[in-house]
Structures are given as C-alpha cells and as structure tokens.
C-alpha cells in the first residue's frame, strides 16, 4: 500500500525558514512528478511547486524565488525548503505523487503538515 507522510511544519515568524519533507513508501511503480500543495483556511488547494524525475521544476508565482522544492530519488522523498515566510504561506502543506501506472490508481496524498507564519 502507498503512503506520503509530511513532516517538517511548525510555527516560524515573518522572514524565517522551514524545511518540509515528504517520503514515500510501499510503491512498486516509478514516481512521476511530486507536488507539493496548500490549502489556507477557507480556501481552495492550490499548487505550489512540482518536480518531475527529470528534476524539472515549476513554482507558483507566489512562492519563486522564496521557494524550493528538490526530490531524492533513491530516498522516494521530496523536499520543500521555505524561506522568507510571509504570514500569507500560513496553510496546510500537502504533499501529492503521481505513479507511472498505465492502469489502476496513479495519485497519492499525504495527510498534511500545518505552517503558520506569524506576523
């Protein structure tokens, strides 16, 4: 069975860093493209950096230049390292694969890691 566990969010002041972290476990299937989403309080979930297993990467507008997510591929793990938080990146962070199966489930998310930025 396929897990994605997050760890890694907290409290930080405005400015500060944090680091998440994803692992994946029990896949049998290449891991495509690992993602990284949030979802703010009454909010929709929106996407916030991906990395394929090339390491191509794409960010959200909000996030370029403050943002970057990295993967180990012989880990299964996916990193997001944060800096200079602002209290608008307060959200639950999730974490989301996407497996290289022609057939069967391909999406996978993990439970989520809160972030909260105080100002």
């Known amino acids: 069975q396929v897990q994605v566990v997050e760890s890694g969010g907290g409290l930080v002041q405005a400015g500060g860093s944090l680091r998440l972290s994803c692992a994946v476990s029990?896949?049998?299937?290449?891991?495509?493209?690992m993602n990284w989403y949030r979802q703010a309080p009454g909010k929709q979930r929106d996407l916030v950096a991906s990395?394929?297993?090339?390491?191509?990467?794409n960010y959200a507008d909000s996030v370029k230049g403050r943002f970057t997510i990295s993967r180990d591929n012989a880990l299964k793990t996916t990193y997001l390292q944060m800096n200079s938080l602002k209290p608008e990146d307060t959200a639950v962070y999730f974490c989301?694969?996407?497996?290289?199966?022609?057939?069967?489930?391909?999406?996978?998310w993990g439970q989520g890691t809160r972030v909260t930025v105080s100002s």
């Open positions: 989301n694969i996407r497996l290289a199966v022609v057939f069967g489930k391909a999406d996978y």
């Open positions: 990395i394929t297993s090339d390491g191509n990467t």
């Open positions: 029990g896949n049998k299937n290449k891991i495509n493209t």
